[in-house]
Structures are given as C-alpha cells and as structure tokens.
C-alpha cells in the first residue's frame, strides 16, 4: 500500500504472512512485486519539452535496523561510479528515459524519481518504484560533479514551469552526464529512530560540519547550513530534524547525514558508517515519557 518508505512494505511468502499483515492490505491499492535477489539503486530524471534527461545513479540503502525500524525501508544512499556497470548504466538509462517520454505523453513534466532493480542472477534490469515528484535523493543528485560541471537537473524542472523560451540537445546532456557519473562518490544516511520507545528530546546533535576522528569519536566542527565543503571521509555535515522539546518514537526522522564515501559494501554498512550513526546517536539526551503522547511523524521524504 502507499505509505511511508518501509512502514506499509510487507514480505509475503506463505498464508501465515499474509494472515498477519492483510489488515493492512485488505481494500487498499496494492502494488506487487516479485521477489528476486536485486542490487537496487536510485536515478532521478526530468521531463522536458526537449526530452528526457537522466541523472546519477546511486544506491540504496535499505532496512538497516541501525537507521530505521522497517525491513524494506530506504535509509539512505551511495553515489559512486560502480553503482552499476556501464551495460546495466545504458539499459538502465534506456528505460528510465522510455518511462519519461510515455509520461510527457500523459502531460506530466518535471521531475521525478525511479527505483531501479538489478537481478544478481541474470544481470535483468528492471524498473521498481516511481516516485514522480522530487525526492530523498534529489539532495545526491544536485551537489554531484554533474550538476556542478553542467547544470544542475533541477534547473531543467524549473525551466518547465517557467514562462522561457530555451533550446538543449537532451542526448549531448545525457552523455555528459553519464561520463560525469565516472568521478564523484557521495553518500547521504536518513537517520529514523528504530527503537519502540517514545522520548522527549533533551539535547540534539547541531545543524552543521561534524569531524570523525581516528577512534571514530564524532565531534563539531562548526556550523553551517549547506554540505558542498565536505571534502574528506572524516568530515560530515548532519541536517538535524527533530530537536530539544520534540519526541523520538519508532519511526521519527531525526536527521540526514550526507558525507563522502561508500556507506555499504556487499557485506552491510561500513565501520565508518557504524561510527557515524553511533556518534550522531551518542549526542542525543533524551527522558522516557508515561504514558506517551500522541505523536505525528514529519511527512516521509521518500
């Protein structure tokens, strides 16, 4: 069912599963998807009157319990020229811009975001999720090399809703863009409270530059309100969500951390992640409250 990323996500493979979750299913539209064993990753692309333009590729990040309490929730991503292989890349580039140009049929324009999926057993590219708004990862995709070296994607969505006249050669982009895709690793962690609990938050971690030492001790650097100076893994800018006098609860988004570097490897998250999440957690003070009050997350950002 639609919700939020992971919260109405449900793995069903036996009546068992389906008796404990169809509450939750039962007279809502469903979107069904088969099991394969996938690499999925996240593209962001924009309509225009021209074309179709594709972005960076990155990963996703999913269902980590460290960063939320949701089996298949998003929880962040890795923007890094081994996201996908370059024939995976051009299938994958193929088909979101298929998508795109149906869609303009439909008078949609602008921007959107689609979730693409790799079968590990046959190298199958498949398409997963639209999400045919701005996203979670339009943060990833507007301070890549990309954006920076041409223009950034969502000018082009801004284009579309504006009263101007412009020319682009929608293929010249898209190349360039794939080369660029070549030079840049970035990574972004959405930071969900996992735990059942409900807390009022006492102190939270600062809006700004955090610097992650060798013993992975995570301290503040200083403030700032934009993440385009982080240059070094050891450095991270942390965009806080939910401060002093608000609740943590199961779910709660208290804050994105974007650095760079890889996060995930075939085998989980890295130490360096680990130390992250540890460190951003470890600056938060917060009480128990009994009983707990009504809460309402902050709309989903994926």
Known sequence: PYGDSGKTTFFIKSERDWDE?????????????????????AVEACITRHG???????????????????????????????ALTPKQRAT?????????DRLAKEGYKGFLEI?????????????????????GASSMTNVTAGAYADVPLFLF??????????????????????????????????????NESVERIMAAPRTGVWHLDEEGVLTFAGVANDWHD???????????????????????????LVTKGRMQTAEGLTQRCSSYIEGIRSHYQSQPIDPPPAVVPIAYVK
């Open 21 to 41: 979750h169809s509450e939750h299913m039962i007279d809502e539209q469903l979107k069904v998807m088969k099991r394969i064993d996938n690499k999925a990753a």
């Open 52 to 82: 179709t333009i594709v972005g960076p590729f990155m990963t996703d990040l999913t269902g980590y319990p460290e960063l939320t309490p949701y089996q298949g929730g998003w929880c962040g991503n890795d923007l890094f020229p081994e």
């Open 92 to 100: 994958a580039i193929g088909h979101v811009r298929r998508l795109g």
């Open 115 to 135: 979730d693409v999926l790799v079968d590990l057993a046959t190298d199958e590219v498949y398409l997963g999720e639209l999400n045919p708004r701005i996203s």
């Open 157 to 194: 969505h801004l284009l579309e809703y504006m009263d101007v006249d412009y020319s682009i050669d929608v293929e010249e982009i898209n190349e360039r863009w794939r080369e660029l895709a070549a030079v840049d690793v970035w990574a972004q962690l959405i930071m969900k409270e996992p």
């Open 230 to 256: 982080v240059t070094h893994e050891d450095e991270a800018f942390y965009l806080r969500v939910y401060a002093a006098d608000d609740y943590r609860f199961k779910g709660a988004d208290l804050g994105i």
